[in-house]
């Protein structure tokens, strides 16, 4: 009887999903990435979009099975990439979001001050001791300090697979059409030139309309208001808690989650103890916590909390410009005949700015290969406006 040499995962956007066993494998069977099953791939996003609650474990191995992809089509072509790099390259897309705390983004920064990219890599370097040095090129690729920038390029560029599979997969679970993109027909045209990524010329309408759908992805999905009302609340509901904790006053909440809210800006833990505890922590400790303090004694925490269990959002305005400080102290008095005089000032209005930049130039640029051997990058020949500005806008919530 033989046996077989790959797993299957059946995926609702890609249909099969074949994993060879052996070190891929073994990374997605540890807890470390299996803690992904319970980390919500657009964090609040469901609030707008009832669909939206695939997670980050169904992000990576899509990410993956695009890379595999790619692999297969640039080796079609000539290009030399070893069964070494093969592995590495693909470690490398399935561990680059393992560092994501709950709810993704939305709560980056606010239970620990470092960067999700950072900290994927303290978990790839301990996977990598724990697996015996298997990881070292993985590491180089994700770090771009191989000699091959084209590998890197498409673990972590303006082009990659990561945002091949997100654009795509987002769009599939919001309902949102605007965000589909010719995923297949981009990896089709991929090549390498010098070293770098290129796309062939025949897929530069396809590059188009993926860097027209990021744009409008960020816009209708992510920078949705209501998505943003909801980010905001939660951000506000972990800073009171935190504030609470360190003035002694007991706020219920699971241990995990408690850790991080006792530890002052003062402590510094040792990277392993931060790590073990990282890891121990996810969507569903913030959930729990949400449910105990909804029914608080401090009113903050009660409203933020029990707000976002039962969808009573702050409402969100966007603005191209500052808010007239006429408009925001209008509002302010009608945040204190909701809330009441005594509810802090800090948490009456929540405001700020958002940016959204689809593609930048200057950032390793999208290159175009053209039949006679030329490359240009995609601003210099394409004939449509690709919006390569960044665009800000500012927003203020205030209670309804």
Same mark, same amino acid.
């Given at each position: 009887?033989?046996?077989?040499?790959?797993?299957?995962?059946?995926?609702?956007?890609?249909?099969?999903?074949?994993?060879?066993?052996?070190?891929?494998?073994?990374?997605?069977?540890?807890?470390?990435?299996?803690?992904?099953?319970?980390?919500?791939?657009?964090? %609040? =996003?469901?609030?707008?979009?009832?669909?939206?609650? &695939?997670?980050? +474990?169904? #992000?990576? /191995?899509?990410?993956?099975? !695009?890379?595999?992809?790619?692999?297969?089509?640039?080796?079609?072509?000539?290009?030399?990439?070893?069964?070494?790099?093969?592995?590495?390259?693909?470690?490398?897309?399935?561990?680059?979001?393992?560092?994501?705390?709950?709810?993704?983004?939305?709560?980056?920064?606010?239970?620990?001050?470092?960067?999700?990219?950072?900290?994927?890599?303290?978990?790839?370097?301990?996977?990598?001791?724990?697996?015996?040095?298997?990881?070292? %090129? =993985?590491?180089?690729?994700?770090?771009?300090?191989? &000699?091959?920038? +084209?590998? #890197?390029? /498409?673990?972590?560029?303006? !082009?990659?697979?990561?945002?091949?599979?997100?654009?795509?997969?987002?769009?599939?679970?919001?309902?949102?059409?605007?965000?589909?993109?010719?995923?297949?027909?981009?990896?089709?045209?991929?090549?390498?030139?010098?070293?770098?990524?290129?796309?062939?010329?025949?897929?530069?309408?396809?590059?188009?309309?993926?860097?027209?759908?990021?744009?409008?992805?960020?816009?209708?999905?992510?920078?949705?208001?209501?998505?943003?009302?909801?980010?905001?609340?939660?951000?506000?509901?972990?800073?009171?808690?935190?504030?609470?904790?360190?003035?002694?006053?007991?706020?219920?909440?699971?241990?995990?989650?408690?850790?991080?809210?006792?530890?002052?800006?003062?402590?510094?833990?040792?990277?392993?103890?931060?790590?073990?505890?990282?890891?121990?922590?996810?969507?569903?400790?913030?959930?729990?916590?949400?449910?105990?303090?909804?029914?608080?004694?401090?009113?903050?925490?009660?409203?933020?909390?029990?707000?976002?269990?039962?969808?009573?959002?702050?409402?969100?305005?966007?603005?191209?410009?500052?808010?007239?400080?006429?408009?925001?102290?209008?509002?302010?008095?009608?945040?204190?005949?909701?809330?009441?005089?005594?509810?802090?000032?800090?948490?009456?209005?929540?405001?700020?700015?958002?940016?959204?930049?689809?593609?930048?130039?200057?950032?390793?640029?999208?290159?175009?290969?053209?039949?006679?051997?030329?490359?240009?990058?995609?601003?210099?020949?394409?004939?449509?406006?690709?919006?390569?500005?960044?665009?800000?806008?500012?927003?203020?919530?205030?209670?309804?």
């Amino acid at each position: 009887m033989s046996i077989a040499r790959h797993k299957i995962f059946n995926d609702p956007v890609y249909g099969f999903i074949s994993v060879p066993k052996g070190l891929l494998l073994q990374l997605i069977d540890h807890p470390y990435f299996q803690r992904l099953r319970r980390i919500r791939q657009t964090g %609040l =996003a469901h609030y707008v979009y009832p669909g939206a609650l &695939h997670t980050r +474990f169904h #992000h990576a /191995l899509g990410a993956l099975h !695009l890379m595999q992809q790619a692999i297969e089509v640039l080796r079609s072509k000539g290009v030399e990439i070893t069964e070494a790099e093969a592995e590495a390259v693909c470690c490398a897309i399935l561990l680059h979001d393992i560092g994501h705390g709950p709810y993704s983004h939305a709560l980056e920064h606010a239970i620990i001050d470092l960067h999700h990219e950072e900290l994927s890599v303290w978990f790839m370097e301990a996977l990598n001791q724990e697996f015996g040095g298997r990881l070292e %090129l =993985a590491i180089a690729i994700f770090s771009n300090r191989y &000699h091959k920038p +084209f590998l #890197h390029q /498409l673990v972590s560029g303006q !082009l990659d697979m990561d945002r091949m599979d997100y654009l795509n997969r987002d769009s599939f679970f919001t309902g949102v059409s605007e965000g589909v993109i010719g995923y297949d027909r981009i990896i089709k045209m991929l090549a390498v030139h010098d070293g770098e990524l290129v796309v062939e010329e025949k897929g530069i309408y396809s590059i188009e309309k993926f860097l027209i759908a990021r744009r409008l992805m960020y816009w209708q999905v992510y920078l949705h208001k209501t998505n943003v009302a909801a980010e905001q609340m939660l951000t506000c509901a972990l800073h009171r808690a935190r504030a609470l904790s360190l003035m002694g006053v007991k706020v219920e909440a699971p241990a995990a989650l408690r850790w991080f809210l006792e530890l002052s800006a003062e402590e510094v833990p040792a990277r392993e103890i931060l790590l073990r505890r990282f890891a121990q922590l996810d969507d569903t400790d913030v959930g729990a916590a949400l449910k105990e303090w909804a029914g608080s004694p401090d009113p903050v925490l009660q409203r933020f909390s029990s707000g976002l269990l039962d969808r009573r959002l702050y409402r969100l305005e966007w603005s191209t410009e500052p808010f007239d400080p006429a408009y925001r102290a209008k509002m302010r008095d009608k945040a204190v005949a909701v809330l009441g005089p005594a509810f802090p000032e800090e948490y009456l209005l929540l405001e700020g700015k958002e940016s959204n930049q689809a593609y930048q130039e200057s950032k390793e640029p999208i290159r175009i290969l053209f039949k006679d051997g030329r490359v240009c990058t995609i601003g210099a020949c394409s004939d449509v406006p690709l919006y390569t500005q960044l665009v800000s806008k500012y927003f203020l919530a205030y209670p309804k």
